[in-house]
């Protein structure tokens, strides 16, 4: 298995604040690291894919970077329907996901 | 549209196993690529992959839980199944199913969309 290891475990923020979440893998993975986002109470739902590549219908304030064993999301200005939980997610080999990001309002 | 919805018991005694069954619409289990994975969340935790099992039958285990697990398919039902042997209070988690999308040309791959997730209490 591909240990994937997120920090920070949570943040606090404002909205209109720019945030960065980092992930890191146990080896090197190119590019295949996926992001999540899971609202309280909901399924995860899909953001970026391919390290940067925007789902359809996700808004353009969020974008994924990196490559190798590092990786950062980041959300150019919080709204305050981004406060919620964040998972990266290798697809190099057997899916492993991140321990998770909590996002809450500060 | 693709839906994935995940039905089966919400208590288990310790010992018992659970069988879970994904039923989707939307798209084929026989589509080269595609594939339908099943992944935990106990409450208030991390997500945890479980299995998948792909178009060719091909299935893939996690390495902590493989001697406990089974993945099946039925292509003519859209449905695909999830046993659990031995179950203990602490597989008491959240279970979704999700699909699992190969993007053409690369090796790519990501889950989606996810079912909404069934609750199963583990619990004498």
């Known amino acids: 298995d591909i240990q994937m290891t997120q920090s920070p475990s949570s943040l606090s923020a404002s909205v209109g604040d720019r945030v960065t979440i980092a992930c890191r893998a146990g080896?090197?993975?190119?590019?295949?690291l996926n992001w999540y986002q899971q609202r309280p109470g909901k399924a995860p739902q899909l953001l970026i894919f391919?390290?940067?590549s925007l789902q359809t219908g996700v808004p353009s304030r969020f974008s994924g970077s990196g490559s190798g064993t590092d990786f950062t999301l980041t959300i150019s200005s919080l709204q305050p329907e981004d406060f919620a939980s964040y998972y990266c997610?290798?697809?190099?080999?057997?899916?492993?996901f991140g321990q998770g990001t909590k996002l809450e309002i500060k | 549209q693709i839906t994935l919805k995940e039905s089966g018991p919400t208590l288990v005694k310790p010992t018992q196993t659970l069988t879970l069954t994904c039923t989707f619409s939307?798209?084929?289990?026989?589509?080269?690529?595609?594939?339908v994975g099943w992944i935990r969340q106990p409450p208030g935790k991390a997500l945890e992959w479980l299995a998948l099992?792909?178009?060719?039958?091909?299935?893939r285990y996690s390495p902590s839980l493989k001697s406990r697990l089974t993945i099946t398919k039925d292509t003519s039902k859209n449905q695909v199944v999830l046993t659990l042997t031995n179950m203990d209070p602490v597989d008491t988690a959240t279970y979704y199913c999700?699909?699992?999308?190969?993007?053409?040309?690369?090796?790519?791959?990501?889950?989606?969309?996810w079912g909404q997730g069934t609750l199963v209490t583990v619990s004498s």
């Open positions: 999700a699909h699992r999308v190969k993007q053409k040309l690369s090796n790519h791959n990501w889950l989606d969309p």
């Open positions: 939307g798209f084929s289990l026989t589509t080269s690529g595609v594939g």
């Open positions: 099992i792909y178009w060719d039958d091909d299935k």
């Open positions: 080896q090197s993975i190119g590019n295949y």
């Open positions: 391919a390290a940067s």
């Open positions: 997610q290798q697809s190099y080999s057997n899916p492993t």
